[in-house]
């Protein structure tokens, strides 16, 4: 008789034993690693930026509310502040063109569309989804901007208001497709309840099935902020590198992912104090879309609608 | 209820001259309301087609625009000062060797990772943090993972500028992804499968091994060509750990197979060490010059990218099909 041991309630012969407990250890292993990696992106960030804020003309509530930011000049202004105007204008933009086509679309594709339609416009619109930024930002600058400069005479080639479009239309596929999912979990129940009572397919969508989903659309709305923020590549090339503080459009404007490229393009040496505002500025970004992220993750948890 | 259905118009009619009232106002808001039902669904259909609309437009511009500049000396030339002679070949060959390296390195972590949540995780307090902190993690910005390779990769672990460090940064990128994607799989495994498994005997691990991943695989597979298809069209986090400035030769200098052939060993002790640009990077850099030329090249580069997405895409979608085509059960 060979030994066994006790595994999960069973005895199992030793080598089996051994062969269960080596591999449940390798598979905790990748699982726990997604908490390493999270750990070491903040401990990066704040050791760092410690490193950045400990420069003698450098302090956090300099890095607050100083109206320039020039690290690379010779007068040396660390104020976020252009920075996250551009970020937000950009962003802001962005969602003025991504929510509502994005939501339209998702009320389209799951309350009117047929199905034939449907099975068209989704892998469509995941097409959108899988294009890389980079190509969006070539879109902007090569065909988007020269067209807006016809309409808006003076018109900078880089420019807030096309890179924040071009955005718009980046994460419109997010905004539709999990707005999509959110519309429809809502029962069917629901919607044949209103139109029993005489309401029109127009008020029971508006009226009660984008009620009903309204906690995964605002996730959803979110979350495409929270992408907005952290995008990189449209805003690098079509934006500019200008960080003025300005709340136009029309002017070329940095954000803070763009400030991030600029600085690691630059030759930049390690260590010193312009390389160290990177961590500083990536550390305000991840804060900034880890609060977005876990919000919307809350709204979800919190006001989701349970339906059996 | 057909006296309700008089139209307004009918009611002009009948009492010609007179505000329509009671009865009639009832049926104007109703006539309204489907006026508005009406506007609305073309407002929505509007939506929706604006998004193909500029898709079609994107394409359309990039192919005309870089179609033509694509040919066998765009694959064979390196980057150069003249933007006619250019080409993308560091570029491409880049791109495959992070490409593989990635997929070596975040394939088994992630499927593992999915494996145990799924299968062996017990319901605690840990399990839920792993979970939370992964949904996180997927919606953190890629240029925070670029930060994190150049912090770790690139000067912690000494790897330098190197194919392998971006290759490590990419993997860390999509493994969120991959995990999820998996996760999604092996919950389509109906619990039978298990169930009749481990009533045989099978210790959990043989379950897993046996007939779960068997029947989650092509699902796994799926979602795996979707997140390296990211990981294929990803720039920012590699412009902070890669080398921009131009690349005028392959990492390891392995252009054939004979090469290969000559000396294996450069495979995996010179090339995995050597410096690198990738397609999107080539493109960013070629968008960035004001020469109109080089936005020619930056468009046929797009071409190359889209072609390599779009077939990647297209396999996922094959293989989405074929998945779904076995079984109902399985979804």
Request: charged share 15%; net charge positive; proline share 5%.
């Amino acid at each position: 008789m060979s030994s066994t041991q006790k595994y999960r309630g069973f005895r199992l012969p030793r080598k089996q034993y051994i062969t269960e407990r080596i591999i449940r250890g390798l598979l905790f292993g990748s699982g726990i690693l997604s908490i390493f990696v999270t750990i070491s992106i903040v401990v990066i960030l704040v050791l760092e930026s410690s490193k950045f804020f400990g420069y003698e003309d450098v302090s956090l509530i300099k890095f607050l509310t100083d109206t320039q930011w020039t690290p690379l000049f010779a007068d040396k202004h660390f104020g976020i502040m252009p920075l996250l105007v551009g970020t937000l204008m950009v962003a802001f933009i962005a969602l003025l063109v991504a929510l509502p086509l994005g939501l339209l679309s998702a009320i389209y594709l799951s309350e009117y569309a047929k199905r034939n339609v449907r099975s068209f416009l989704k892998p469509l619109l995941e097409i959108l989804a899988g294009i890389p930024t980079v190509v969006y930002g070539y879109f902007a600058l090569v065909t988007v901007t020269p067209f807006l400069q016809k309409l808006i005479p003076g018109l900078g080639v880089f420019n807030a208001l096309s890179a924040g479009m071009v955005m718009g239309i980046m994460i419109l596929p997010m905004v539709s497709s999990l707005s999509e999912d959110a519309i429809r979990v809502v029962p069917q129940s629901l919607r044949n309840a209103s139109t029993a009572l005489g309401a029109t397919k127009f008020e029971t969508t508006t009226k009660v099935v984008v009620p009903a989903s309204l906690s995964g659309i605002v996730s959803a709305f979110i979350l495409a902020a929270s992408r907005a923020i952290g995008e990189t590549m449209i805003v690098a090339i079509a934006a500019g590198m200008n960080p003025t503080l300005t709340f136009s459009p029309f002017n070329s404007v940095e954000t803070m992912t763009a400030y991030i490229v600029q600085v690691s393009l630059g030759d930049t040496p390690v260590g010193t104090l312009e390389y160290q505002s990177l961590f500083a500025v990536g550390m305000a970004l991840f804060v900034m879309t880890l609060f977005f992220n876990l919000i919307s993750h809350l709204v979800v948890k919190r006001y989701r609608e349970v339906y059996q | 209820m057909s006296s309700l259905n008089i139209s307004s118009r009918e009611n002009q009619e009948l009492f010609p001259g007179k505000p329509t009232r009671s009865l009639g106002e009832n049926n104007s808001t109703i006539e309204r309301s489907h006026r508005y039902g009406t506007i609305f669904k073309w407002v929505a259909v509007g939506a929706a087609s604006i998004a193909v609309a500029v898709l079609a437009v994107l394409l359309f511009d990039i192919f005309t625009d870089g179609a033509g500049r694509v040919n066998w000396e765009f694959f064979q030339n390196y980057p150069s000062r003249h933007p006619e002679g250019a080409g993308i070949k560091s570029a491409l060959y880049g791109s495959i060797w992070v490409i593989v390296f990635t997929v070596i390195i975040s394939l088994p972590l992630g499927i593992g990772a999915a494996f145990y949540l799924e299968e062996f995780a017990p319901k605690n307090r840990l399990t839920e943090i792993i979970n939370i902190n992964i949904a996180n993690l997927a919606a953190v910005p890629s240029i925070v993972y670029g930060i994190l390779g150049l912090a770790l990769f690139v000067r912690a672990f000494s790897l330098g500028r190197s194919v392998l460090a971006g290759a490590f940064t990419m993997g860390l990128l999509i493994l969120p992804i991959i995990i999820i994607a998996s996760r999604e799989a092996i919950r389509g495994v109906p619990s039978s499968v298990r169930e009749a498994s481990m009533g045989l005997g099978a210790t959990k691990w043989q379950t897993v091994r046996h007939h779960v991943f068997p029947q989650a695989f092509p699902g796994i597979l799926t979602g795996t060509i979707l997140a390296l298809s990211r990981a294929v069209g990803e720039t920012a986090p590699l412009i902070m750990i890669g080398a921009l400035t131009f690349v005028p030769f392959v990492p390891g200098n392995i252009e054939s197979l004979s090469d290969v052939l000559s000396d294996p060993l450069a495979l995996i002790t010179f090339a995995p060490f050597d410096g690198f640009t990738v397609l999107p990077i080539q493109i960013f850099n070629w968008v960035s010059r004001p020469e109109a030329a080089f936005h020619v090249a930056a468009a046929a580069a797009i071409v190359v990218l889209l072609a390599i997405l779009l077939s990647m895409n297209a396999l996922a979608i094959f293989l989405r099909y074929r998945f779904e085509k076995k079984g109902p059960q399985n979804r």
